[in-house]
C-alpha cells in the first residue's frame, strides 16, 4: 500500500505518503482509502477531494452497518 501512496503525487507537491503520514493516526486508513479512490476515478488529488471523498466513503460504511 505504502508503494502506491509514494507514487501519487497531491497537487500541493507531497506524495500521498507524506499526507497520509501527516494525518492523525484514527483517519490514515481512511484517508488511504479516499486517496487511492480518487485516483482510479480521475480526480485531483488534493484535500478537498481527498475529504469530501473519506466522507462519502464513511457514510456508505455508516449505512451498511445499520
Known sequence: MEEKLLRLSLRDGRNALQY???????????????????SRLGYPLNNMEITSKARELMRRRRK???
Open 64 to 66: 451498511a452497518f445499520a
Open 20 to 38: 497520509v503520514q501527516s494525518l492523525h493516526q484514527e483517519v490514515r486508513q481512511i484517508a488511504t482509502e479516499a486517496i487511492l479512490e480518487c
